[in-house]
């Protein structure tokens, strides 16, 4: 999902989202890179929102 997908679904700011995705807090990928839109999976956001940093098996 893109940032302002997982920012409606946490209830939040998409602020709150990018923050967490530079950081690494939120495990996400960013296509082309610096500038390239964020992609989060559902279940990294759910860890995230639930405290866990644990990485998901691809």
């Not at 995705?21 to 639930?50: F, M």
Request: net charge positive; glycine share 8%.
């Amino acid at each position: 999902m893109t940032v302002p997908e997982a920012a409606k679904y946490a209830r939040c700011g998409t602020k709150r989202i990018y923050d967490a995705c530079r950081t690494g807090d939120l495990i996400a990928t960013q296509e082309k890179a610096p500038h390239g839109t964020w992609r989060i999976h559902v279940d990294d956001l759910d860890n995230y929102l639930g405290g866990s940093k644990t990485r998901r098996k691809s």
